[in-house]
């Protein structure tokens, strides 16, 4: 399908003629175009600052349902612990696992960071590593590219490579990375320093990986807005997407199609670093099955990524209870989940009016940086949603998936993702990133340790736009920066 046009919405400096590019005004509309001030609408907090700027609920939420935010919270913080406990509905972790908490992931609900190269003993804590192998038979191969098998795991180290356990079992390994550098020279002098990742999978406990293994690291991402862009109808993202590139600009997102669980049909996915989850709901449970180890309603193995070769693993005690559904995460919990994850607030922007913030804005907009990082959306009115319902909101992402180039390139296809493409991640709350973290990085694996190296990183589709900074003269640089540390 063909996206809807995109106008420009502003005139710009002449020295974007230099580089190819011009600009049209046009006239907007201030009653629906929202406060740019505040992201997520009527939901963004306002006075969210320092290390606890992402953990506030919606700021329209009703007074009635705070507690379930807050048991939700709770939820989200709780550390999970071995069976048999008398706590039964606290245990059940692992066998293995690669955390014991979904914040020990999602650091105060912000993004995490990549494994210390200078000690590999203290594990990747809040990223792992997802592996795969290609399908093996011509009915895996069609499954696969229906859409209906997203991955085929490792036969021996499942879906994803654990580095954590419970005591008698074996962590799968260890993970250990190291970089290359290289350096990239900028109009004006600046010269910036870009490390390229390379992991390795030590100490493996199971045996060797398949020989075909396919291997793609992911960073926790940010937590804030989720409820936002699962708000967001279909029909948008089916409109947005072009991926025939049809009306020419060099940009062709397309949506991914993935296997709902609770509908048992395909679905569009938006959620994950290739949109390979439909729902939220499907995301969280996901997480804690792979990430804790923990069963739940559509995920219901009580051993979680183990396999049938990792036998310790496979009978080991696990928290399965039938005072809880037969589950370790009963629907209860994974509900309360579900609403705390829908209604972490975007803080607001309170530099969102700066001259430097505008101008750098202007500049986002004209060398293509929103052609794939949407600005807005005006949501629909959902009785089901009411703290989402009808808000304007700012998350700068189509939630499509693009090809970034071969740089960013993990050669790992997801459903129907491929090993170049990636989902635009939404941008807002970027700027707050190491405000709340100082160890947060950027992109996928967080090769990126400022926002400026994540922009440089950028090729395939959005090549020109990453070509378009490195000749901006630096004053404008600053303002494109300004303005996304201002989101």
């Known amino acids: 399908m063909n996206r809807p046009a995109r106008t420009p919405l502003f005139s710009f400096p002449l020295w974007l003629a230099s580089i190819g590019l011009a600009i049209a005004p046009i006239v907007v509309n201030a009653q629906t175009i929202g406060d740019p001030a505040l992201p997520g609408g009527e939901t963004s907090w306002t006075v969210a600052k320092g290390r606890d700027a992402f953990m506030h609920q919606s700021a329209n939420m009703s007074f009635e349902k705070r507690l379930d935010f807050k048991l939700g919270e709770a939820l989200f913080q709780r550390l999970w612990v071995t069976a048999p406990t008398r706590t039964k509905a606290a245990d059940g972790l692992g066998p293995l696992f690669n955390s014991r908490a979904c914040s020990g992931c999602h650091i105060r609900n912000g993004r995490g960071h990549p494994v210390d190269e200078n000690d590999s003993e203290a594990g990747a804590t809040s990223m792992l590593l997802r592996l795969s192998i290609p399908p093996q038979t011509a009915d895996q191969l069609r499954d696969h590219l229906d859409g209906k098998l997203a991955t085929l795991p490792d036969p021996v180290y499942g879906g994803q490579f654990q580095d954590f356990s419970i005591p008698g079992i074996q962590a799968e390994g260890r993970v250990k990375v190291t970089y290359t550098t290289t350096d990239v020279l900028l109009a004006g002098g600046e010269t910036v320093t870009l490390r390229t990742p390379t992991y390795e999978m030590t100490d493996l406990a199971y045996g060797p990986l398949h020989p075909d293994i396919m291997v793609s690291p992911r960073l926790a991402p940010p937590m804030i807005g989720l409820g936002l862009l699962e708000a967001i109808p279909d029909s948008t993202l089916m409109a947005a997407s072009d991926p025939q590139d049809e009306d020419g600009d060099g940009i062709s997102g397309r949506f991914n199609q993935v296997w709902d669980i609770a509908k048992s049909e395909m679905a569009i996915g938006r959620f994950g670093w290739k949109a390979g989850m439909p729902t939220l709901d499907q995301q969280n449970q996901n997480a804690f099955q792979f990430d804790i180890g923990l069963s739940t309603p559509l995920y219901p193995n009580a051993s979680g990524d183990c396999t049938t070769t990792q036998t310790d693993c496979m009978t080991a005690p696990d928290g399965n209870d039938d005072e809880f559904e037969g589950l370790e995460v009963h629907?209860?919990?994974?509900?309360?989940?579900?609403?705390?994850?829908?209604n972490i607030a975007p803080p607001a922007r309170p530099n969102a009016n700066d001259a430097d913030v505008l101008a750098g804005e202007k500049i986002f907009a004209a060398i293509g940086c929103a052609s794939c990082h949407t600005p807005r959306y005006e949501l629909p009115e959902r009785a089901d949603m009411p703290e989402q319902s009808g808000q304007v909101i700012r998350p700068y992402s189509d939630l499509l998936l693009h090809d970034m180039g071969e740089g960013l390139a993990d050669h790992r296809p997801e459903a129907q993702a491929s090993g170049r493409e990636w989902r635009t991640p939404p941008l807002w709350g970027i700027g707050r990133a190491q405000e709340i973290d100082p160890h947060a990085s950027f992109l996928h694996d967080g090769r990126a340790r400022t926002v400026l190296e994540a922009i440089l990183w950028h090729g395939g589709e959005?090549?020109?736009?990453?070509?378009?900074?490195?000749?901006?003269?630096?004053s404008e640089r600053g303002k494109l920066l300004a303005f996304l540390k201002s989101l």
């Open 331 to 342: 629907s209860v919990m994974t509900d309360l989940v579900l609403y705390y994850a829908r």
């Open 462 to 474: 959005a090549e020109n736009a990453r070509g378009a900074v490195t000749t901006l003269p630096p």
